[in-house]
């Protein structure tokens, strides 16, 4: 049953098909097939499922009516008709171009790229001196040549002028003020020393001389610490003697 109806939808399809496609074709096939008796019930698939019969393109007019129309009257609304229909506007085949205002009076234009450019490439190169303008064409000096470009083809190049760089980059007379140091510590400056007799010595201080007073008071310290050391051993001795005796 479904290849049936596959055939007689294809059929339809080659009976309309000329130069548009299926798909616009697809639903007035449709709805022909649907609302066609069959044959073995003589009643049409819409007309099972909706209780009625589907109204076509051609039910909407009633031919049955029979109209006489006066010749004149026709006429006059023809004519009536015809004096109101306009014709259409042409269609605009070209596209606007948008030209830079400034393409006027600048010196220099960047000239736009249009072959295939490589994935970093720039879409402009430039920028070139305008030699010559016209409204339509452009003479500008590239490195090696003179060449026209069309406007569509060119934007402004907003550069600064030589006097402007030079002034900018010129080196501007700086006074330099040497920084102030500390004087460096004398010799004679006395150290300070711990009650243990040590040196302190300040950060940094490595280099600073040592005053020949300051190695004599090292020196008094060290015999002083080793006299201090042996009367301590003498003490304990005599204590352990007397604890022995």
């Known amino acids: 049953m479904v290849e049936r109806w596959h055939r007689s939808l294809k059929t339809a399809l080659r009976a309309r098909l000329n130069h548009k496609s299926w798909i616009e074709e697809l639903p007035i096939i449709l709805l022909g097939l649907r ?5 073995d019930t003589n009643v049409s698939a819409a007309e099972l499922t909706f209780g009625k019969t589907l109204r076509l393109p051609g039910d909407f007019y009633d031919t049955d009516r029979n109209v006489n129309y ?3 009257e026709y006429v006059q609304k023809l004519r009536q008709l015809i004096d109101r229909l306009k014709p259409r506007p042409a269609a605009r085949n070209s596209k606007h171009i948008f030209v830079y205002a400034d393409l006027k009076t600048c010196n220099k234009v960047f000239v ?19 030699i010559k303008r016209s409204d339509k064409i452009f003479t500008l000096q590239l ?3 003179e060449a026209k ?3 569509d083809r060119l ?3 907003y550069v600064l002028n030589e006097t402007d760089v030079t002034d900018e980059t010129s080196p501007q007379k700086v006074h330099f003020t040497p920084p102030e140091f500390p004087s460096p510590t004398s010799c004679h400056e006395t150290p300070k020393i711990s009650r243990s007799g040590r040196i302190i010595r300040r950060p940094g201080g490595a280099g600073v001389a040592v005053a020949p007073h300051t190695q004599a008071m090292r020196q008094r310290s ?3 610490l080793r006299l201090h050391t042996a009367l301590s051993q003498n003490a304990a001795r005599e204590q352990i003697h ?3 005796w």
């Open 35 to 39: 609302a066609v008796p069959r044959s």
């Open 70 to 72: 006066d010749s004149y």
């Open 112 to 130: 736009r790229n249009d072959t295939v450019r490589k994935t970093l490439q720039p879409p402009y190169d430039g920028p070139f001196n305008v």
């Open 143 to 145: 490195p090696d040549r």
């Open 149 to 151: 470009f069309p406007i």
């Open 155 to 157: 934007k402004p190049a």
């Open 222 to 224: 060290r015999d002083g």
């Open 242 to 244: 007397y604890l022995i």
